[in-house]
């Protein structure tokens, strides 16, 4: 990471959703994960819930957290894979204003280097939808801590170099 040592760290406020129809609170260790690193990264854990894979239950979900002004981006964790039961990109497809298909494309390179092929089964992504963030990785400890500390702890900091995402979120919703 490029950090700017001139440029003022700007905290912001993110919402964590596990997809998951086997954890709760208790088991959800990659959801812990994800939390940690936020808090020690200097951001807000705005909010934090568990939903079934189901889409309309994510949909709700994530619409509730994208019309809230109080949060600024959004990390879900699981429903990326191939089964039947996998369905966070699609629940993406229903918010999405504008794709960010350099994010999945990005994973996938970085898991490349600790699971080889097998990466080809994730379908990472993350969108903008109505000026929110939506970052979708996999349920996986590993997948969260190769998502988060691979792209989301640079562009998350708004002193990363040469450009984040922190700095284009007062011009997201733009027309």
Known sequence: MAVDPD???KPINIALLTVSDTRGLDEDTSGDILAGRIKDAGHA?????????DVQAIVRRLNDWIDDSGVD????????GLTGRDVT???LDRVKEKDIPGFGEL????SYQTIGTSTVQSRACAVLARGTYVFAL???NGAVKDGWDGILAEQLDSRNRPCNFVELMPRLREK
């Not at 854990?45 to 894979?53: G, M």
């Not at 981006?73 to 429903?79: E, L, N, Y």
């Open 7 to 9: 440029r003022i760290f």
């Open 45 to 53: 854990l705005a909010a934090r819930a568990i939903e079934k894979d």
């Open 73 to 80: 981006a959004v990390v879900i964790t699981g429903g990326t």
């Open 89 to 91: 990109p699609e629940a």
């Open 107 to 110: 994973f996938r390179w970085i």
């Open 138 to 140: 996999p349920g996986s």
